[in-house]
């Protein structure tokens, strides 16, 4: 298989490590590109965030050391943007960047507070029942549908970790994924994603730091999205350098146990198809 990764942190955001560190180790791992996604700054003051002020510095960088080991391997400099309603225009292209991948992990409250997707268990409950006056069902619809709002307003490359609210459901004690009503509000996404070409991050971090047993998407979705033609790229959401390619062989088996037999890398700027080997 042909190792890549384009969702990775460092220290510019949440990452354990500097940018240099992470390069350094997908040479030696045989990695033929790899692309940084620091969390971009929104209005929202948040620790796990690129500054404002460091944007610059953070998009120098990662072209310095595009240039410093361009003979060893590729790398792209790209930022995992947050989407809410009320997001300015331009939020999604106003950075001169390669390639965007769009999340959402929180709700801002109307008093400023930030309400966790992708947060610890008591936070994650604080969201169900003061935030969705605990309606489990109100909260997956809106965390979906600001999927399909991010896409049809900015079209971002791929999505993040698509299903992370699943990240504290474990023994499916909010919902079961295979209820009906919950499989609906999947399809509503899938069928947006196949139309406009918006690609699965499918993401193995939940697997590596020990939140899950399967990668973002749940394998049913991956199936579903194999089935629609969406495309796919393998990344680890790596915060430190030794998770570069945490879990990548066993959820490539996933991938093609759920009808996958490709995925999509950077190659010289341009997205290409090669075999999931």
Same mark, same amino acid.
């Given at each position: 298989?042909?190792? &890549?990764n384009?969702?990775?942190?460092? &220290?510019?955001?949440?990452?354990?490590?500097?940018?240099?560190?992470?390069?350094?180790?997908?040479?030696?791992?045989?990695?033929?590109?790899?692309?940084?996604?620091?969390?971009?700054?929104?209005?929202?003051?948040?620790h796990w965030? /690129?500054?404002?002020e460091k944007?610059?510095?953070?998009?120098?960088?990662?072209?310095?050391l595009?240039?410093?080991?361009? +003979?060893?391997?590729?790398?792209?400099?790209?930022?995992?943007?947050?989407?809410?309603?009320?997001?300015?225009?331009?939020a999604?292209?106003?950075?001169?960047?390669?390639? #965007?991948?769009?999340?959402?992990?929180?709700?801002?409250g109307q008093?400023?507070?930030?309400y966790?997707? +992708?947060c610890?268990?008591?936070?994650?409950?604080?969201?169900?029942?003061? =935030?969705?006056?605990? +309606?489990?069902?109100?909260?997956?619809?809106?965390?979906?549908?600001?999927?399909?709002?991010?896409i049809?307003?900015?079209?971002?490359?791929?999505?993040?970790?698509?299903?992370?609210?699943?990240?504290?459901?474990?023994?499916?004690?909010?919902?079961?994924?295979?209820?009906?009503? =919950?499989?609906? @509000?999947?399809?509503?996404?899938?069928? #947006?994603m196949?139309?406009?070409? &918006?690609?699965? +991050? #499918?993401? &193995?971090?939940?697997?590596?730091?020990?939140?899950?047993?399967?990668?973002?998407?749940?394998p049913?979705? /991956?199936?579903?999205?194999?089935?629609?033609?969406?495309?796919?790229?393998?990344?680890?959401?790596?915060?430190?350098?030794?998770?570069?390619?945490?879990?990548?062989?066993?959820?490539? @088996?996933?991938?093609?146990?759920?009808?996958?037999?490709?995925?999509?890398? /950077?190659?010289?700027?341009?997205? @290409?198809e090669?075999?999931?080997?």
């Amino acid at each position: 298989m042909i190792k &890549t990764n384009y969702h990775m942190h460092s &220290t510019y955001s949440d990452g354990k490590a500097e940018p240099e560190a992470y390069v350094k180790t997908a040479i030696e791992r045989g990695f033929s590109s790899i692309g940084f996604s620091e969390h971009g700054p929104t209005k929202f003051i948040k620790h796990w965030e /690129l500054k404002a002020e460091k944007v610059d510095e953070y998009i120098g960088e990662i072209r310095r050391l595009k240039n410093l080991y361009s +003979d060893k391997i590729e790398i792209y400099c790209g930022m995992e943007l947050d989407y809410f309603p009320g997001i300015e225009e331009n939020a999604f292209s106003k950075h001169d960047i390669d390639y #965007v991948i769009g999340s959402i992990h929180y709700f801002p409250g109307q008093d400023g507070e930030i309400y966790g997707v +992708d947060c610890k268990f008591e936070e994650f409950k604080k969201t169900i029942f003061d =935030y969705f006056e605990g +309606d489990i069902k109100a909260m997956v619809h809106e965390y979906y549908y600001r999927i399909i709002q991010m896409i049809d307003k900015f079209n971002p490359e791929m999505i993040g970790h698509f299903d992370l609210i699943k990240i504290n459901n474990n023994g499916q004690q909010f919902f079961k994924e295979s209820e009906n009503w =919950y499989k609906d @509000e999947i399809m509503k996404v899938l069928e #947006v994603m196949a139309k406009k070409g &918006t690609m699965f +991050d #499918v993401n &193995t971090g939940g697997i590596t730091r020990g939140f899950l047993s399967d990668p973002y998407p749940s394998p049913w979705i /991956l199936k579903n999205g194999a089935r629609l033609k969406i495309p796919v790229v393998l990344n680890s959401d790596a915060h430190t350098p030794e998770n570069i390619e945490g879990n990548f062989e066993s959820v490539r @088996e996933i991938m093609k146990l759920s009808g996958y037999k490709s995925k999509m890398i /950077l190659r010289e700027g341009k997205w @290409e198809e090669v075999p999931l080997k």
